[in-house]
Structures are given as C-alpha cells and as structure tokens.
C-alpha cells in the first residue's frame, strides 16, 4: 500500500509495483485524484483499489489498514510517501505554531500512524515484509524557510534506521528514498519560476527533472527478493544533484 499514491512519485511508485505483479492498494485525500488512480493502476492490474484516507487522522489510517486487509488479506509492504511541502514564505521567526503543526501532522504523524498500522500487520503475518519511506534532499541540505519540512524528513530517516534494527528480527525491511527534483504537482509552482529552474538544473548534472516513474524501478527492487538483506539504508535518486 501507497500513501500518496494517487499522485507525483507514490503513483510512480504504485504503477510499477503494479506492473510487477502486486495488488496495489493507493491512500490519497482527494476523491478525483483517486478515481483517476484507480482507473490507471487497475488498467495495469485490476486488483488495484484506492482509499480516500487523510494520514495525519489515526483512526482514519487505522480503518483504512483495515479496509485492506480485509479486500487482499496481508501486507507485503508499506510506502509511507504522503507529504505535503510548506508554502510559508515567512522568516523562521515568524512561523505560527499552526505552520509548524500543519506539516508535522501529516509528514511526521501521519508516517508514524501508518508504519505502525503496517509493521502490526506483518508481524502477525509472520512473513516479513517491507518499509519505503519518502525522505527528501531537505533532510541533509539547508532549506531556508523550510524548518518544518525539512524536521519531519529528518525525522523520517531517524525512524527507518530505527526500524531496521528492530523489524529485523522479523524479516522486514527498512530503507528511505531521497528524490531529487521531481516534475510534480507539488514543484510545478517552482519549475515555472524561471530564476529558480535556471539556477537548480545547472547543479543537476543529468540536466533533466527527475520523473515519478524515475521511482518505480527502486520500487520494484525494494518489494522483491533481490533486496532481502538490503535494510537501513538512505537511497539517493536526484540524477547527482546532490553531489554536484
């Protein structure tokens, strides 16, 4: 299951787990987007199905996990990718505690609700399983006016690695993905400011946007056998942005 799959790097991510064979079950907000989701995904693979689920509510993560257990029996994997980024133009100094709280909510909470929800799952399938969690480049970057969001992707990769070790036992894995620049709704804004794209591609020696479908092959890979003894691991995909 995908939070945030109905969209950008979560629908990228859905789409090719999709075509790999999985049921794919995809948690979104807005019912449209969904739909649409649903309509694409199930074209791949008619198993797939999706929630209209806000993260950051824990009973509504908690009916959602529900809901899927009981349409597909099990969960093989869990790919906390919900988000939402900060639109606060603000110094830090001015931030309203609603600025701050609005994006842990659903980053950090929501992430906490759902991995919870998931790991509950797989433990008492007793077949192991695997975390994704959607980390960010602001997570080991300064990102000026971006303390809230860059705090929850932080924390986000403090959690994996503490999950790494402790699911371990169990046969479940955990790793975290650090996009780079990806054309998504969430950076359209961004893309179309020209000082801003001019001043980014330059320092991304692929001289390309990354893509959502730029995801689905770690995806796969993550879901698979192939990564059994692969845990606790921070996976940069951002075309070298971050080391350029």
Not at 78 to 86: H, L, R, S, W, Y
Not at 167 to 172: K, L, S, V
Request: overall charge negative; some cysteine; charged content about 20%.
């Amino acid at each position: 299951m995908v939070t945030g799959g109905n969209g950008g790097i979560g629908l990228g991510f859905a789409r090719a787990i999709a075509a790999a064979g999985a049921d794919v079950s995809v948690w979104g907000t807005n019912p449209d987007k969904n739909a649409a989701a649903e309509a694409e995904l199930k074209a791949i693979n008619p198993s797939a199905s999706a929630i209209v689920c806000d993260v950051s509510d824990e009973a509504a993560v908690e009916a959602s996990m529900n809901s899927v257990i009981e349409r597909y029996g099990r969960v093989d994997a869990c790919f906390p990718n919900a988000g939402i980024g900060t639109q606060n133009q603000k110094p830090f100094f001015e931030h309203s505690n609603e600025d701050w709280h609005n994006v842990i909510n659903v980053n950090l909470h929501g992430v906490f609700y759902t991995l919870r929800a998931a790991t509950r799952q797989m433990v008492r399938q007793g077949e192991g399983g695997t975390l994704v969690l959607t980390s960010s480049g602001t997570a080991i970057q300064g990102s000026a006016k971006g303390q809230a969001y860059a705090a929850t992707k932080g924390g986000m990769i403090s959690m994996m690695l503490a999950l790494s070790t402790e699911m371990a036992r169990y046969q479940i894995t955990a790793n975290a993905i650090i996009p780079g620049w990806v054309d998504t709704a969430m950076t359209e804004n961004l893309f179309a400011w020209d000082k801003f794209a001019d001043t980014v591609m330059k320092r991304i020696p692929m001289r390309r946007w990354g893509t959502p479908d730029d995801f689905g092959a770690i995806a796969v890979y993550l879901m698979s056998d192939a990564s059994r003894w692969h845990t606790g691991d921070v996976i940069k995909i951002d075309g070298g942005f971050s080391i350029f």
